[in-house]
Nanobody, 127 residues
Framework: QVQLVESGGGLVQPGGSLRLSCAASGFALDKSAIGWFRQAPGKEREGVSCIGSSDGGDNVQYYADSVKGRFTISRDNAKNTLYLQMNSLKPEDTAVYYC?????????????????WGQGTQVTVSS
């Protein structure tokens, strides 16, 4: 079976940091375009950061304008795990964060293009 499991969410104050992890099983993340998405109550799911699949680096990366300079996406191929380092968090970052993967290598920030999804992890940024 294909499974993605997010972890690392929680409650942080504005300006704080969190590192999200997404453990994949049933397939190899280095064969897929992968990404992080988020959904706040009453809002549509949006792409946060995505990366083209690679087993050795030199990946094409996408970041939403709202997170550029604050978030960093990365992948550990040996552990088959995707990460999202989130710094300088803002209340507007509050959402459920999901990792997702495609069955091809084409990078995309559109959630509709992704085939496999985790259950999500809650990130709350509040003072």
């Amino acid at each position: 079976q294909v499974q993605l499991v997010e972890s690392g969410g929680g409650l942080v104050q504005p300006g704080g940091s969190l590192r999200l992890s997404c453990a994949a099983s049933g397939f190899a993340l280095d064969k897929s375009a992968i990404g992080w998405f988020r959904q706040a109550p009453g809002k549509e799911r949006e792409g946060v950061s995505c990366i083209g699949s690679s087993d050795g680096g030199d990946n094409v990366q996408y970041y939403a304008d709202s997170v550029k300079g604050r978030f960093t996406i990365s992948r550990d191929n040996a552990k088959n795990t995707l990460y999202l380092q989130m710094n300088s968090l803002k209340p507007e970052d509050t959402a459920v964060y999901y990792c997702a993967a495609r069955r091809n290598l084409d990078i995309s920030s559109a959630s509709s293009r992704y085939d496999y999804w985790g259950q999500g992890t809650q990130v709350t940024v509040s003072s």
